[in-house]
């Protein structure tokens, strides 16, 4: 069953075994029921003045007034009283009465009455019907009659508050367990934000934010895993180390802004020639690599020259590559024994920048793109 579909007593477990229970336990008998019910009509007589007095009194401690709020929350009040008193003295104290003395306490809560508040209100009530029934049975002969209904009196009105704090406390408890709730809410979304700024900064540690390309940890990274592939699965693999020629020139005389354009041109050009297993990679300055798997040190020249012919296309300001390219099997990406040969990652970044230099010697005793590999000469792209 829903909990929408419970009564209040059921959701709160108190079944008519447990009323009977607490009934027992305050020797609230069925003749202590008898009394109440004999006398409703001489609380009746007089309950019109017993409310007013009652809600004088509390409407004079400023807190509570402060709480009632207004007039028609007041007349609203007068009523719920009336009905209240007489209910005292109906003599059927069943899980229907339960019910209503459980949504009593709930309301009383959510109008944010305190304990402190409500048990002087029913030491109030308590002291309003004794004094009726005191101006009742005022006669020597009547005084064991009158000590027998307010004792009767009093079992009621506690019987009633302990299921009033029963809500008081469910309800609490309810808003202790909403609040926790919330928090483990806010504290999952907080781990799943935290978890996925955490992802972008190590995704923004790892590339360079001028041109989109992986930056030298991330390289290093990306080639240390490629290399350790290659050799287990006896693959080529090329490094392609390029540096721009006549860059600072431009950078010097045209400003730092021309120059970041310029760069980030190099990196849109080399995004588009390479393949998705490809990295392409800025290493620092204006110094850029390739990681090219399962690639020839003959493949690695054709991704070259179709980035260089890309790369002419756009406004460059007449800046070239000098390019150095390294292949873990150089001597001959068919042979079979070279393929037992690998070196690691220092090995061929060290070769590869090697060639780049001697690529740009050559740019600078004739200006133009140069390619070296491991192992050709250094000529014209």
Not at 214 to 224: I, P, T
């Amino acid at each position: 069953m829903q909990q929408l579909e419970k009564t209040l007593a059921e959701q709160l477990k108190i079944t008519p075994q447990e009323i009977a229970r607490r009934k027992e336990m305050l020797e609230f008998t069925p003749a202590d029921e008898e009394v109440l019910r004999n006398n409703k009509s001489l609380f009746q007589k007089y309950i019109d003045g017993m409310v007013k007095n009652f809600y004088d009194k509390q409407i004079s401690v400023p807190e509570i007034a402060r709480l009632i709020g207004d007039a028609d929350s007041i007349r609203h009040l007068y009523v719920a009283m009336h009905r209240y008193i007489l209910e005292l003295f109906d003599g059927n104290y069943d899980d229907i009465y339960a019910n209503r003395r459980l949504r009593i306490g709930k309301v009383h809560h959510r109008m944010g009455v305190s304990s402190t508040q409500y048990i002087s209100a029913m030491q109030m009530l308590r002291t309003a019907l004794n004094q009726t029934v005191d101006m009742t049975f005022f006669k020597p002969e009547d005084l064991m009659n009158a000590n027998i209904l307010k004792a009767a009196i009093s079992k009621i009105l506690m019987f009633d508050m302990q299921l009033v704090f029963d809500t008081f406390i469910a309800s609490m408890a309810n808003e202790v367990n909403a609040a926790k709730d919330e928090v483990s809410r806010y504290a999952a979304n907080l781990e799943s934000e935290v978890a996925k700024r955490t992802r972008q900064l190590e995704v923004l540690s790892l590339k360079d934010s001028l041109t989109g390309l992986s930056n030298q940890r991330a390289f290093y990274d990306h080639l240390r895993r490629e290399l350790s592939s290659a050799e287990r699965y006896k693959e080529v693999l090329s490094l392609c180390y390029l540096d721009l020629n006549g860059f600072k020139q431009i950078n010097d005389s045209l400003g730092h802004q021309t120059g970041d354009d310029l760069l980030a041109l190099v990196g849109k050009a080399m995004l588009d020639v390479t393949r998705e297993s490809d990295i392409a990679c800025r290493y620092g300055g204006d110094e850029f690599c390739m990681i090219l798997p399962k690639t020839s040190l003959k493949e690695a020249t054709i991704v070259v020259n179709r980035l260089i012919k890309l790369f002419n296309k756009v406004d460059n300001q007449d800046v070239t590559f000098s390019v150095g390219i390294s292949c873990t099997n150089a001597d001959s990406a068919d042979s079979a024994d070279s393929r037992d040969r690998y070196i690691d990652s220092d090995d061929l970044v060290k070769k590869a920048d090697t060639l780049m230099y001697k690529s740009k010697a050559a740019s600078k005793k004739k200006q133009g793109h140069y390619i070296t590999t491991d192992i050709e000469k250094t000529k014209p792209a």
